[in-house]
């Protein structure tokens, strides 16, 4: 029998074998704040679901989570709303780009996932039921905090207020779903929210540890907060698995075996069910927008460690 897993050392050489490679593929650069990001950041943490953390690099350095927020609202939409929100929104694969609009028009409004922007753009017009923009905010950053179990996370808002100034394409989107009547809300309000909920800054540590409930069959077991049911948890993870790397995912899929989210910001959240929430950071991204380096290491821990959900 193999003995436990020295994660620590597994985390370790990963760090140390990706170090060379360090500043591989390209930041994001829509707006400064992202920009300027050093490309040489790497952090790594696992929190496992015995309540262990290693971790290496940057991993306690709060970086802009971006898409990995849709995680969250999907999670808050569905608790509010359950399953009708499948009515807004589909449980495909969109194989287009994160911001592709082609698609929105040929399927009428209805955003094939909720982790393309449109998609999450509907999710969030969903989180907003009852509540004003800034609630809702209130409401997104609580849940972050609580699943995390960490108050000090926040919103960066000057990354907010930049994505809120150059969100041409998350207007067209909007207004696209607006006038198929797919939207509650004005465009401005569902807008707002979304850019907020994307400049949420958080470590690897923080992140991994707020995934840590879909790991553990919904109950995050380091505070026992029971956040979803099991079975919602499960299908949460088939869509991050699924539908999390947008285009690439199918690759992530082969590759890495494990549900993962990725964001521009050069995040990606990543379940082994059962056993352990990891989040990796590496800013520059490949072509699909995905954390290149973080794939990497990411594929590094799955063969490491055998973790799949595709067999033992
Ligand atoms: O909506 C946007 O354009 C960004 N705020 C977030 C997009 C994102 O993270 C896509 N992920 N790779």
């Known amino acids: 029998m193999p003995g436990p897993l020295d994660l620590q050392s597994i985390v370790d050489d990963i760090h140390r074998e990706l170090t060379p490679r360090l500043g591989e593929g390209k930041v994001a650069d829509y707006i400064p704040q992202l920009a300027r990001v050093d490309p040489k950041r790497f952090g790594m943490a696992i929190v496992t679901v015995d309540g262990d953390v290693h971790m290496a690099g940057d991993a306690q350095v709060p ?13 808050l939409a569905l608790g509010k709303h359950g ?11 969109s194989g287009s780009a994160f911001n592709s609009i082609v698609q929105l028009e040929h399927e009428h409004g209805i955003p094939r996932n909720p982790f393309i922007n449109a998609g999450a753009i509907a999710i969030t017009d969903l989180v907003l039921a009852g509540h004003t923009p800034k609630e809702a905010i ?17 919103i960066d808002p000057e990354v907010a207020r930049s994505e809120a100034a150059t969100g041409y394409r998350n207007f067209a989107l909007a207004n696209f779903m607006r006038s198929f009547g797919k939207l509650d809300h004005p465009v401005e309000h569902v807008l707002g929210v979304y850019f907020h909920q994307c400049a949420l800054a958080m470590s690897c540590v923080q992140l991994a540890k707020a995934g840590l409930f879909l790991a553990a069959s919904g109950t995050n077991p380091l505070t026992r907060h029971s956040v979803v049911s099991k079975q919602r948890a499960r299908r949460i993870n088939a869509l991050m698995l699924t539908c ?8 992530f899929a082969y590759r890495v075996g494990l549900p993962g989210k990725s964001g521009v910001g050069g995040g990606i959240l990543c379940v082994a069910p059962g056993k352990a929430s990891v989040a990796v950071w590496s800013p520059g991204l490949n072509h699909n927008g995905n954390s290149l380096l973080g794939s990497l290491a990411l594929e590094m821990l799955a063969s490491r460690t055998g973790w799949s959900v595709f067999g033992a």
């Open 83 to 93: 399953e009708n929100i499948w009515k807004r929104v589909g449980r495909e694969p």
């Open 244 to 251: 999390g790397h947008y285009d690439g995912s199918g690759d």
């Open 138 to 154: 209130g409401e997104v950053v609580r849940f972050v905090r609580y699943l995390a179990d960490e108050d000090d996370i926040v």
């Open 63 to 75: 970086f802009s989570i971006q898409s990995i927020s849709k995680v969250f609202t999907l999670t």
